[in-house]
């Protein structure tokens, strides 16, 4: 069963930092882009970061230079590192990815279970 599963939430102060992962487990062929998206009660999901397999990057405009997403894909991994956190950054944090399990299937979208992150002023 391909399943993709997160870490590292958690309460952090305003300023501080917390690192998310994300490792996709299962029978899987190749995994494409993986990315980071965050849910606050009250409004819609959102992009957060995302990194295409050869790691190209795009960012959501308010977290530009405060996180900064990676992967390492001998381990189907991927990480959101958040420096200077800020309380409107306290939401639920879902990971996906693209991935496909056979040789001649095509992709399809997998998201984890979400993570809570809050972060107090």
């Known amino acids: 069963q391909v399943q993709l599963v997160e870490s590292g939430g958690g309460l952090v102060q305003a300023g501080g930092s917390l690192r998310l992962s994300c490792t996709a487990s299962g029978s899987i062929f190749k995994v494409n882009a993986m990315g980071w998206y965050r849910q606050a009660p009250g409004k819609q999901r959102e992009l957060v970061a995302a990194i295409s397999d050869g790691g190209d990057t795009t960012y959501l405009d308010s977290v530009k230079g405060r996180f900064t997403i990676s992967r390492d894909n001998a381990k189907n991994t991927v990480y959101l590192q958040m420096n200077s956190l800020k309380p409107e950054d306290t939401a639920v944090y879902y990971c996906?990815?693209?991935?496909?399990?056979?040789?001649?299937?095509?992709?399809?979208?997998?998201w984890g279970q979400g993570t809570q992150v809050t972060v107090s002023s």
């Open positions: 996906n990815a693209n991935l496909r399990l056979r040789i001649l299937s095509g992709y399809q979208l997998y």
